[in-house]
């Protein structure tokens, strides 16, 4: 089973940028898709980015298109997701997530394995 550990949240200026990261462990994420998805308070799971298990593939939520970039490392069993040109509308807590067999989704309930979550937090 895959336990994935997010980090790199913080708080950051409207208009900067943050890098997050998501080491999984347990078993190799190498042939899973991996997204990235948030919840803002009072608000549903959303989704953010996801990559296809052969990196060929990404998604990006309309509202983060452009400004966020989702990355693998199969050789560190990592993902990431690089967001610039932050907006307060994206403080939430950002979570991890990966689907072990099918393709690349949008759909929370694709993915079974999931991370504690990191806090991004952006001031105006």
Known sequence: ??????SGGGLVQAGGSLRLSCAASGRSVSTATMGWFRQ??????????????????TNYA????????ISRDDA??????QMSSLKPEDTA????AARVSGGISSRPDDFRAWGQGTQVTVSS
């Open 1 to 6: 089973q895959v336990q994935l550990v997010e």
């Open 40 to 57: 803002a308070p009072g608000k549903e799971r959303q989704f953010v980015a996801a990559i296809s298990w052969y990196g060929g593939a």
């Open 62 to 69: 309309v509202a983060v298109k452009d400004r966020f970039t």
């Open 76 to 81: 560190k069993n990592s993902v990431y997701l």
């Open 93 to 96: 807590i950002y979570y991890c």
